[in-house]
Each structure stands twice: as structure tokens, then as C-alpha cells.
């Protein structure tokens, strides 16, 4: 059986050293939008709207364990390079009562206020309603989770993140 042409964006970028990155990285361009579009939605079903998937991203990682988080630790975590976006996020999610900042000598610690704390709660309880449900009963597929897609894709992160730098050096 004659191997048929990968689903790519970019047929152009199609490598015969590596002709299925194409297809992956189509599958992350949009894997990336669904997924940002439903955190969007669900955070907005939750009662918060308004909020970008990085406000969003933002929140539940200052919220993660629930202990105070600096602004270069938030960033580092998430593998944000820019400090602005995530400081913009911060001020946003600051001025909607859902995040403080408690100044601690040069440092700002942020945590989650308790209304912050009621729509995560609420956040939950819709992905478990219109997520999970879903993913039990069949819907993704037969889409298979599994802590080795989770590393799959952290190691795609870090190839990434190093052919940037070397891009950079260009």
C-alpha cells in the first residue's frame, strides 16, 4: 500500500528527512487553537468571559497547589519568554478580583483570590461535564491519553525550544 500524502499546512516545508514533522506540526497548530478556544469557552461557561487562553493558562497556574508564585517563576513554568504577556495576564486577572499580588521586599507574589477560587471550582466542574464526559463516552475518537503523549509533547518542547536558539544564532 502506497504511502499516502502527509495532512500538512505547508506542503512546501514537507522534508524527505523527517516527512511526518509536517503532519505533526499541522496536528499541533491545530490541536493548539481547539484547545485555547475551549479553555475560552469553558472559562466563560465557568461565568468568567472576557479572559484570553493565556489569562486563563495564567490563572490556573497561580492557582496550581496554591502557594504564591513570582512573576519570572510563573513564566518559567509555562515557558513564556516574554515577561509582558504574562505581566499583562497578571494586571488583567488582578483588575477582574480573581488574582492579588502581595509585594515581598523587590518581589510580587501572586495567589488566587477566593472568587478566583469559586470559578477554577466552577471551571472544573464544566471540563468534567463537557470534557471528560466526552472523552468517556467515546467522543475524541478512540483517542488514547497517556502520560507518554504528555512526554511525546514535552519533548517536542524542548526540540523546539533548542532549534530556536539555534535559529537565533543564525
Same mark, same amino acid.
Given at each position: 500500500?502506497? &504511502?499516502?500524502?502527509?495532512? #500538512?499546512?505547508? #506542503? ?5 528527512? $523527517?516527512? %511526518? ?8 497548530m ?5 484547545? %485555547? ?12 468571559? *472576557?479572559?484570553? $487562553?493565556? *489569562?486563563?493558562? !495564567?490563572?490556573h497556574? !497561580? ?7 513570582? /512573576? $519570572? *517563576? ?16 497578571? &494586571?488583567?486577572?488582578?483588575? +477582574?478580583?480573581v ?6 521586599? &523587590? ?7 477566593p472568587?478566583? $477560587?469559586?470559578?477554577? &471550582?466552577?471551571?472544573?466542574? !464544566?471540563r468534567? +461535564?463537557? /470534557?471528560? *464526559?466526552?472523552l ?11 502520560? +507518554? /503523549?504528555?512526554?511525546?509533547l514535552?519533548? /517536542?518542547?524542548?526540540?523546539? %525550544? +533548542? ?8
Amino acid at each position: 500500500m502506497a &504511502k499516502s500524502n502527509p495532512i #500538512a499546512s505547508s #506542503a512546501h516545508l514537507v522534508s524527505p528527512r $523527517a516527512p %511526518d514533522l509536517s503532519e505533526v506540526e499541522f496536528g499541533l497548530m491545530i490541536a493548539s487553537h481547539a484547545f %485555547d478556544r475551549w479553555t475560552v469557552r469553558c472559562m466563560a461557561a465557568a461565568g468568567l468571559p *472576557d479572559l484570553t $487562553a493565556t *489569562d486563563i493558562m !495564567v490563572l490556573h497556574h !497561580v492557582y496550581h497547589r496554591q502557594r504564591p508564585k513570582k /512573576l $519570572a *517563576d510563573i513564566c518559567f513554568t509555562l515557558n513564556v519568554e516574554d515577561t509582558h504577556i504574562v505581566n499583562y495576564a497578571l &494586571k488583567k486577572l488582578e483588575r +477582574q478580583g480573581v488574582v492579588s499580588g502581595e509585594r515581598n521586599g &523587590k518581589e510580587v507574589f501572586y495567589s488566587v483570590t477566593p472568587q478566583g $477560587a469559586r470559578y477554577i &471550582k466552577r471551571y472544573t466542574e !464544566v471540563r468534567e +461535564q463537557c /470534557l471528560i *464526559d466526552g472523552l468517556e463516552a467515546g467522543a475524541a475518537g478512540g483517542l488514547e491519553f497517556s502520560r +507518554q /503523549l504528555a512526554h511525546t509533547l514535552r519533548s /517536542l518542547s524542548g526540540l523546539y %525550544d +533548542q532549534a530556536a536558539r539555534a535559529a537565533t544564532s543564525l
